[in-house]
């Protein structure tokens, strides 16, 4: 075990709250129908086959769950609308993606918040910074954050050339996630990026209508990026997390046992994903280098330079009593973390 996995297991034993074993409950026959944008492999297709196992186990097979993979249920925006409407009970997506409907899941997108991925672990483990983030996120977009994934830090690919200082990027067609925190950072750094649902990316690169994309290694190896794109720089401004949400008004309704499964099944497939997502993502890089794509790591005192101007647009951003409490909440907790 490495020493962040070691970190995750402590916290989680520590901290997660995972509903009891169910005893001799019985459920009602449902279908419960979930979708992610993200193909099969992906931590989101295991994320949501783990849940589908247990509930359906744990149910005796009164409940069905069905797993829509690959975009089949449309993009994660509207994944989001359809949870609202309850045409879907459960997907997971890239949280700027959610942000549109829910913007204080930007508090997860501030730029340069985390410095390393145990303070993600941990801000998302603090069961009174979830709850209000989850109250938050449910009601403005009828979406219910239950569980989180956390993955790598989105680096920036391209095919034109690498990328070692801030003056490289001027000029590169860069696509971002719809999300107003990711635009604004790309702006803060000179360039006006390229918002763009994600199942077009793929396409957008191959054809060559924007350059580059920013992503963790494990969505580059997912959607083999390194066909289309020649150089990745590694910079440190925003971890991927994935939100596990439900639909609200669904979940408001069913009945406490079958509540209780559905949050066992996702704090566990959440917990999984955890303890996995530090080695997905080294493998996920060897790969990326196996494939040929040139990787740069830029120089602490160059990120500087970025860290400066991206976190110049925190204001823009902590503006609501809902964003400035729970950035509050997120830095007080990384405050309390024994410094390395
Ligand atoms: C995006 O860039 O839109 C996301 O990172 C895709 C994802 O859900 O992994």
């Known amino acids: 075990m490495n020493k962040l996995s070691v970190f995750v297991a402590a916290l989680l034993a520590g901290t997660m709250l ?55 249920m449309g993009d994660e925006a509207a994944n989001v609308k359809q949870l609202r409407n309850e045409e879907l009970h459960i997907a997971t997506l890239f949280t700027g993606n959610l942000t549109p409907n829910a913007p204080t899941a930007n508090v997860l997108c501030l730029p340069y918040l985390f410095t390393n991925m145990e303070q993600a672990y941990a801000v998302l483990s603090d069961q009174d910074f979830r709850k209000e983030l989850a109250d938050d996120v449910a009601k403005e977009s009828g979406a219910r954050p239950l569980g989180w994934m956390i993955g790598g830090w989105r680096s920036i690919t391209n095919s034109k050339k690498p990328i070692t200082k801030l003056e ?33 990316v793929f396409n957008a690169l191959q054809q060559g209508v924007v350059d580059g994309q920013e992503n963790m290694y494990v969505t580059n190896r997912d959607n083999k ?15 991927w997390i994935g939100s596990v949400l439900v639909s609200d008004s669904w979940y408001q309704k069913l009945d406490a046992d079958t509540k209780a499964l559905v949050e066992k099944a996702v704090i566990t497939a959440q917990n999984e994903e955890w303890a996995n997502a530090e080695k997905e993502e080294s493998d996920s890089k060897k790969l990326t280098l196996e494939h040929g794509m040139e990787v740069t790591i830029l120089d602490p005192q160059e990120e500087e330079r970025w860290k400066e101007k991206a976190r110049g647009v925190w204001p823009e951003f902590v503006n609501t009593p809902e964003m400035k409490s729970l950035s509050e909440k997120a830095l007080a907790i990384i405050a309390a973390m024994p410094k390395k």
């Open 168 to 200: 490289d990027l001027q000029g590169l067609k860069i696509r971002v996630s719809p999300t107003a925190m990711q635009l604004a950072a790309f702006r803060a750094w000179g360039i006006e990026p390229h918002p763009m649902a994600w199942s077009e």
């Open 18 to 72: 995972i509903p009891g074993e169910g005893s001799a409950q019985t459920y009602k026959t449902q279908t419960i129908m979930a979708a992610s944008a993200n193909t099969p492999g992906s931590n989101h297709g295991v994320l949501l086959n783990r849940f589908k196992d247990i509930v359906e186990k744990e149910s005796n097979g009164a409940i069905t769950v069905k797993v829509y993979l690959g975009g089949t």
């Open 225 to 239: 990026f390194w066909e289309v794109q020649k150089y990745m720089t590694e910079i440190h401004y925003m971890l």
